[in-house]
């Protein structure tokens, strides 16, 4: 037996999470079986351990996007007992039972080795939060950033504070937008040279082109200011839109992609080949500062996450929190 939490749901639809002993048969199927050792909180898992966002179907259900661990079991020659290996993406924590247990069942297909370089409790510092970062910096290398500060959105926030420093990191000047000025300077020790109030970008305007501003920029908000900044982008510059914090609707017009050339990309890091997997994650143990990454850490155990989940959903979790599941 060992320690999981677990979602239920009564006859009423009501759901309840709490930390429950499970056994290694109540896992689902799976070719591996990993000893996870740290797991994180992410807008996706603060619907899960609630209830559910229309992301889980069956109950009871073990919520938990991501996790690193060793392998303790395989039927697949790719991995062996002893194995470090890290987990994101594949609906695992929302249709299949995720990381916020003590061990956990998989396909092969769903793991990448850990990079030299990174432990487990540091893969979960980066976590889905910062492998979608570096994917959402990779996109932008290869569409060409330009010259100018490169705007980060929701910037206190997991994708947020890895983009800023590792695009910090990188030589680039960047631009955090926070609705929380008391960030600022957690902002500025990763590298952020400049600090943007929110309400300075989440202000409509009629004109659908401003002044070329910025070089490039991660988008973790959507929205109205997914729609602002597409106007202020310069010539040839992209976005990488990662998430809808601000919404999902995008109230704008086509003229910045007709008349300056503007990119927007969608990233998703739910369903990436392994390939590009492999290579985010050797850019992250390239390219991310592990001293930076430490101040991003918000510690936390399995009995910390259901205040965690609701914690999540109203935007009051700031970097990253890391999940000790045997703590």
């Given at each position: 037996m060992f320690n999981a939490l677990v979602v239920n749901k009564n006859d009423e639809g009501k759901t309840s999470a709490a930390v429950e002993q499970i056994a290694l048969d109540d896992l689902p199927a799976g070719d591996v079986v990993v000893a996870v050792e740290y797991s994180t909180v992410n807008y996706k898992d603060g619907l899960c351990i609630g209830p559910g966002g229309g992301l889980v179907r069956n109950y009871p259900h073990v919520p938990g996007i991501d996790f690193a661990g060793t392998v303790e079991s395989s039927d697949d020659p790719r991995y062996k007992a002893g194995d470090k290996v890290v987990l994101t993406g594949w609906r695992v924590g929302e249709a299949h039972w995720g990381g916020y247990s003590q061990?956990?069942?998989v396909k092969a297909d769903w793991l990448v080795p850990l990079p030299e370089g990174l432990d487990a409790r540091r893969a979960m510092a980066v976590g889905t939060a910062g492998f979608t970062?570096?994917?959402s910096v990779m996109a932008l290398e290869d569409h060409g950033i330009k010259d100018g500060p490169v705007l980060v959105t929701g910037a206190a926030g997991g994708v947020g504070s890895?983009?800023?420093a590792i695009l910090a990191h990188l030589g680039h000047q960047v631009a955090a937008v926070?609705?929380?000025p008391e960030t600022a300077d957690y902002l500025t020790s990763l590298g952020a040279t400049q600090i943007v109030a929110r309400e300075e970008l989440n202000e409509t305007v009629k004109?659908?082109?401003e002044g070329e501003t910025w070089g490039g920029?991660?988008?973790a908000v959507g929205g109205d200011m997914l729609a602002r900044v597409l106007g202020q982008m310069q010539y040839g510059a992209s976005v990488a839109a990662v998430g809808l914090a601000g919404g999902a609707g995008l109230p704008a017009t086509v003229i910045p992609f007709l008349l300056r050339g503007v990119n927007l990309l969608g990233i998703d890091s739910v369903m990436q080949p392994y390939e590009n997997r492999l290579r985010a994650w050797e850019r992250i143990a390239k390219d991310l500062p592990m001293d930076k990454l430490e101040a991003m850490v918000q510690?936390?155990?399995?009995?910390?996450?259901?205040a965690l989940g609701r914690d999540i959903l109203k935007g009051q979790v700031k970097g990253r929190v890391v999940v000790d599941v045997n703590a």
């Open positions: 061990k956990a069942r970062a570096m994917l890895v983009a800023t926070t609705g929380r004109r659908p082109l920029c991660v988008d510690p936390a155990v399995l009995s910390d996450l259901p």
